[in-house]
């Protein structure tokens, strides 16, 4: 080490709070806001190359003089000057601007990164004490907000940037602390953070829950009403799902206990021993234990019988769990309206206690409207709320079965699967894990659970006439029970013990004073009963139609026509917003209706402005939609709603994909449209209307509403963020009937090259005649960025085919096209694939210098996922040179920035770690090469790519190792 660098490293930085340099721990004066936003902005950047016109824009701005060039160098040799760094070791000029090369020990940002990594690995293997002195360390870096009083406006996204990382790690370190019992102690610090972040959920959720575990449940209440009535004020929702449901505890009296840290395990090697941190998918900092069941019944009655046999299957505690026990599973059978969902999320509620690691459920929509919850949609919500980032998600069933057994694995959590239609259907949702317990419903006997996993099987069938009994004298009450006792065992008899239809009987008579029990008795006995499309033969319990006619008939018209439009939705629930643009109202008068359907169990509330049908209820909905209302009024209904999801759907997707072309670029917009605040908001509703917006793209397919159909599929890209792959391809192969019936040929190609993308990132070989074809329609239709998509995506199909020749061809025609057009997304895209090509082919310097391209590029426009595969297949092109060093600083660069990536990592993380091991390897850094090497074939398996997680497996078993012994096992 030379004189000067070895004075460099007695150099530190520190930006998290003031902006400070520090020589052998003594204040560096930095005069001027300039020189000082320069080396905030190379210290933001740590290690990368940071491009002259990115440091003008830092130092000077929207209108930078016309000498800024020349004052940057200035100000960079006046920094050098200061920092004693004369032979210009620490700030280095490069080609095309300057880098800053620190050490971790040197820059405060890379310390608090790398021990806020290394508190997480500790609580992975359980030991939380550690973990919390480690996050603590982290934290006690800070001194303020990230470069407090430097103002830049390019400054203002990284500084926000590692607040929202310190704040994250106070979350966690709270959450850590609350496991362990430490209830008391946070409850003054999360005081104050809330204060400080009135509207930050996550904090809010961690302070009631302390103030509830030390008991004092009135201002946890108090915590929970202040968030809310602030975030209606502020802006316009309400708390999200994970919040209502603690209230909902909380009042219900059903605290959740803290848990003691787990045991340290060992892994039986030797002091010294380094071993590479085993990679699981980055959990979402500070989730909270997901407690996901509905509201429960308060007047549940009987099932006696039913609720002791759950009772006897419950798993042993975990103290008491052997090797050879196994997961239990329990499945309730009945007829539709018979209360299997009651009995199951009542149950479930009084047990949920005995399963600290949480409570998962969900609706399968076996017996509902549309398509059946896919196994793969259900897996991905099991595994957000279980803190599993949605971009970390893996595609397909069987990767992500296997993630979720993965992060059930050793814990106690409780998983009800309502209204199942199939045996299929559940299997892949089963952990393996003893001390877990499944419970579904379904209308179907399920005997091949009973016959293959050994499920309990429990038959739910109509309540007994004592039960039945004791359910309307809990709704009327006792007094009025005694004094028409003759009309309540009539009403019960006429009810044939269905729940549903009692419940609604007798809620009628307890709304209505004037109204006996006679009465209802009366209307039941000369009214018409059968309800034909659900009634079997002369089945008694065909008088719920009767049941649901005079509920019906008590509401006002305007109640009325929303109940009768409800039944014409495609998607298992709506939301407020939805059901105003159904039936043409405004979202205040919608809520307004919602909330007395609701009142009068016409529907169910799920959520904060969110709402499902009883699947009887909805046929009879549909039902009386079709006798009441005009052909005319069913078209609008169904126009008004796609036009709003259409619309709502490619505003959100504006939000989240701010680069990217769409062929749409004008949907109808609704009378009332629904805006989103922010990026993460429009994720949540898109992810939240998930199975809606599929629902409704296949319903406007259906009835022949094709331009809404192939502008829904145009703003169904965040599927792919989601890993939902199949739901991109069967939503494409439907929408490729409305887009034909349009004559459009760039809608056609624009539904091919949807499916065709799909179809390429499973290998699957149908894409390339997609993309063939949508190549031709782009061409025909004159369509330029539908060419150069389709061009892109043949290039890599025929790639990885190793048909290079025809890959070369494809991608510089769409590297000729995009030039010039656009914002440059398409230029970079075409850059990065042809500098993937050349490093294929072994021409490094081109790779070298179309990915520098590509990444300039992508850098400009904010696309750090691109960037970030940019990065890569730089490295990959020093690679070739024989410069590992150049190789390593932009591996190291492309795998930071792929971290970071809201994308998907088996197309941003993976292949950056792939390259980093290569350079470590080359250099004998054995140990690093391998751990980067294995986490990105986990990545891969993970995401379902078993062929690309083979080929790294098969690089490391024939890399050549030092020594045999030096390879640690692969796993």
Not at 52 to 64: H, K, N, Q
Not at 221 to 244: D, I, K, M, Y
Not at 409 to 417: A, F, N, P
């Amino acid at each position: 080490m030379t004189v000067s660098e070895e004075r460099a490293a007695r150099v530190e930085f520190q930006v998290l709070g003031p902006l400070q340099a520090l020589a052998d721990g003594n204040p560096v004066p930095l005069p001027g806001a300039r020189r000082q936003r320069l080396l905030a902005g190379l210290l933001m950047a740590a290690n990368s190359l940071v491009p002259m016109s990115r440091l003008i824009e830092t130092v000077f701005g929207d209108e930078p003089p016309d000498s800024a060039v020349k004052q940057v160098q200035n100000s960079a040799s006046v920094l050098r000057e200061r920092l004693k760094d004369s032979e210009r070791q620490l700030i280095v000029t490069e080609e095309s601007g300057y880098r800053i090369r620190v050490r971790e020990n040197q820059l405060d940002s890379l310390r608090f990164t790398t021990t806020l990594a290394d508190s997480r690995r500790h609580a992975a293997e359980g030991d939380l004490d550690r973990a919390i002195s480690s996050i603590r360390s982290a934290l006690s870096l800070w001194r303020g907000p990230a470069l407090d009083g430097l103002r830049s406006a390019a400054l203002s996204g990284p500084a926000a940037r590692l607040d929202e990382q310190r704040l994250g790690a106070m979350e966690l370190c709270a959450r850590w602390r609350l496991e362990l019992g430490q209830h008391q102690d946070v409850v003054d610090e999360l005081s104050d953070l809330v204060h400080s972040h009135p509207l930050r959920e996550g904090l809010h959720a961690q302070l009631i829950t302390a103030l509830d575990r030390c008991g004092r449940r009135a201002e946890a209440l108090h915590a929970f009403h202040r968030l809310s009535t602030s975030l209606v004020q502020e802006l316009g929702v309400g708390p999200g799902a994970g919040l209502q449901r603690l209230h909902e505890q909380i009042l219900a009296g059903h605290s959740q206990p803290s848990r003691p840290s787990r045991p340290r395990r060992g892994n039986g090697t030797q002091p010294g021993t380094t071993l590479p941190a085993p990679r699981v998918p980055s959990i979402t900092p500070a989730s909270p234990t997901p407690r996901q069941l509905p509201h429960a019944i308060r007047d549940f009655t009987g099932r006696t019988d039913h609720l002791t046999a759950l009772d006897a299957l419950l798993p042993p505690g975990s103290h008491e769990l052997g090797s050879g026990q196994a997961v239990v599973i329990s499945a309730l059978d009945g007829s539709g309206g018979v209360g299997k969902t009651t009995l199951a999320v009542h149950w479930a509620h009084r047990v949920q206690h005995r399963f600290p690691d949480g409570t998962l459920h969900t609706d399968l929509r076996g017996y509902g409207p549309g398509r059946p919850a896919t196994p793969a949609e259900v897996l991905d919500d099991f595994l957000v709320a279980l803190g599993v980032p949605p971009a970390a998600v893996p595609a397909g069933t069987g990767a992500r079965s296997g993630l979720y057994r993965t992060l059930a694995s050793g814990r106690r959590i409780l998983i009800v699967l309502d209204n199942a239609n199939s045996a299929e259907q559940v299997r892949p949702l089963l952990p393996a894990t003893p001390g877990c317990m499944v419970l579904v419903t379904s209308r179907d006997s399920l005997s091949g659970l009973v016959v293959t996993e050994a499920a309990h099987r429990l038959t739910v069938d109509v309540l007994s006439p004592s039960e039945a009994k004791a359910l309307v004298v809990g709704i009327i009450g006792p007094h009025r029970a005694a004094a028409d006792s003759a009309a309540v065992d009539d009403l019960v008899g006429l009810c044939s013990g269905l729940p549903l239809a009692l419940r609604i009987a007798a809620g009628r008579a307890a709304a209505h004073p004037n109204t006996t029990v006679a009465d209802i008795v009366t209307e039941l006995t000369h009214e018409d009963s059968a309800l034909d499309a659900l009634s079997r033969n002369q089945d008694p319990r065909a008088a719920v139609r009767t049941v649901f006619a005079w509920s019906y008939d008590q509401l006002t018209p305007p109640q009325a026509r929303l109940f009768r439009h409800l039944g014409l939705h495609p998607g298992p629930d709506i939301s407020t917003p939805a059901a105003a643009a159904l039936a043409d109202l405004t979202p205040r008068e919608a809520r307004s209706l919602l909330s007395a359907l609701a009142d009068a169990h016409l529907i169910e509330p799920v959520a904060h402005d969110r709402y499902r049908f009883h699947d009887l209820l909805r046929a009879y909905a549909a039902e009386l939609t079709h006798d009441r209302d005009t052909e005319h009024d069913h078209r609008r209904a169904r126009q008004a709603v796609l036009s709003w999801y259409t619309h709502t759907a490619h505003t959100a997707d504006r939000q989240v994909y701010p680069t990217c072309t769409r062929l749409t670029t004008n949907p109808l917009t609704p009378p009332h449209p629904h805006p989103h605040a922010d990026r993460d908001r429009a994720w949540a509703w898109l992810t939240a209307e998930r199975a809606n917006l599929v629902a409704a793209l296949h319903h406007a397919v259906d009835h022949q509403l094709d331009q809404h159909a192939v502008q829904l599929i145009d703003a169904l890209g965040f599927l792919v963020l989601t890993g939902a792959w199949e739901d991109r391809i069967t939503t494409a192969t439907a929408g490729l009937r409305a887009a034909r019936r349009t004559g459009a040929p760039d809608h056609e190609a624009n539904v091919l090259l949807a499916r065709g993308e799909a179809l390429a990132h499973l290998r699957r070989p149908e894409a390339e005649p997609d993309l063939t074809r949508a190549a031709e329609l782009a061409q025909d239709a004159g369509n330029i960025h539908l060419q150069i998509a389709a061009r892109t995506e043949l290039g890599q199909v025929t790639r990885r085919q190793n048909r290079l020749t025809e890959a070369l061809r494809h991608l510089q025609e769409a590297l000729t096209l995009s030039r010039g057009h656009g914002t440059g997304r398409w230029e970079a895209v075409a850059e990065g694939n042809l500098a993937d090509l050349y490093a294929d082919l072994g021409n490094h310097h081109q790779a070298i210098a179309h990915g520098a391209r590509s990444a300039e590029l992508r850098h400009a426009i904010g696309d750090t996922d691109g960037e970030a595969c940019a990065l890569a297949t730089v490295a990959r092109g020093w690679q070739g040179t024989g410069d590992h060093h150049a190789a390593l600083t932009h591996a190291r660069h492309a795998v930071e920035l792929g971290r970071a990536s809201i994308g998907s990592h088996e197309e941003t993380l993976a292949p950056s770690l792939s390259v980093l091991a290569t350079s470590l390897h080359d250099l004998g850094r054995e140990s690093e090469a391998l751990s980067c090497w294995q986490e990105a074939a986990q990545i891969y398996t993970e995401k379902g790519l078993h062929a690309d997680a083979d080929a790294i497996n098969q690089h490391i078993r024939t890399a050549t190792w030092p020594t045999s012994s030096s390879m640690p096992t692969h796993r």
